[in-house]
T-cell receptor
Framework: SAVISQKPSRDICQRGTSLTIQCQVD?????MFWYRQQPGQSLTLIAT?????????ESGFVIDKFPISRPNLTFSTLTVSNMSPEDSSIYLC??????????????FGPGTRLTVL | QQPVQSPQAVILREGEDAVINCSSS?????VHWYRQKHGEAPVFLMI?????EQKGHEKISASFNEKKQQSSLYLTASQLSYSGTYFC?????????????FGTGTRLKVLA
């Protein structure tokens, strides 16, 4: 499985500011995803980061709030813009090498714990 | 669309057994199980494919009934290290798209 790192591991931010989270993989991967996990909750998919094109967002998440970049097959960023306390959460990057089969598996980075004051 | 897991939470003594269920309203092609310890990322445990195949990891096994759109995770002779939150996950394959939906989660605590 791939080794995935995220930066920062945690941050405390002021309302109205933006934070960019980086996800780095040690090998090329087909797919990269961004999830949000609120305290005590399951993982909610924010978007699929597409290399060389705009990310694919899930219902309830928009590009203006969560711009995503993926310049190559090993790196992606997620920006949380104009933050409010409701954005306090853990943000997780995950990767998968897809062959189009049901056996394709995702692996997760360590996560970024964000607190917005 | 999100798979529903039951129970929501369970407390065990070391050595006891537990079953965690995952039920989907949509057709399942495979079910993946993950365990997340507090403050850590989810870790892949096993994958179940069509055909009712059972898989094992440590003393943890699982089954998949695609007709009932359900999967169950069996934890046998539980150990303290089994504590954490268990998620089932299902891939959704569309035309040119792929996404992964996680279940509601089950919190498991094993006491000494």
């Amino acid at each position: 499985s791939a080794v995935i790192s995220q930066k920062p591991s945690r941050d405390i931010c002021q309302r109205g500011t933006s934070l960019t989270i980086q996800c780095q993989v040690d090998s090329q991967v087909t797919m990269m995803f961004w999830y949000r996990q609120q305290p005590g909750q399951s993982l909610t998919l924010i978007a699929t980061a597409n290399q060389g094109s705009e990310a694919t967002y899930e219902s309830g998440f928009v590009i203006d709030k969560f711009p995503i970049s993926r310049p190559n097959l090993t790196f992606s960023t997620l920006t949380v813009s104009n933050m409010s306390p409701e954005d306090s959460s853990i943000y997780l990057c995950s990767v998968a090498n897809l062959s189009g089969r049901a056996t394709d598996t995702q692996y997760f980075g360590p996560g970024t714990r964000l607190t917005v004051l | 669309q999100q798979p529903v897991q039951s129970p929501q939470a369970v407390i065990l003594r070391e050595g006891e057994d537990a079953v965690i269920n995952c039920s989907s309203s949509k057709a399942l092609y495979s079910v993946h199980w993950y365990r997340q310890k507090h403050g850590e990322a989810p870790v892949f445990l096993m994958i179940l494919l069509k055909g009712g195949e059972q898989k094992g990891h440590e003393k943890i096994s699982a089954s998949f009934n695609e007709k009932k759109q359900q999967s169950s995770l069996y934890l046998t002779a539980s150990q303290l290290s089994y504590s954490g939150t268990y998620f089932c996950g299902t891939p959704h394959l569309g035309s040119g798209t792929y996404k992964y939906i996680f279940g509601t989660g089950t919190r498991l605590k094993v006491l000494a």
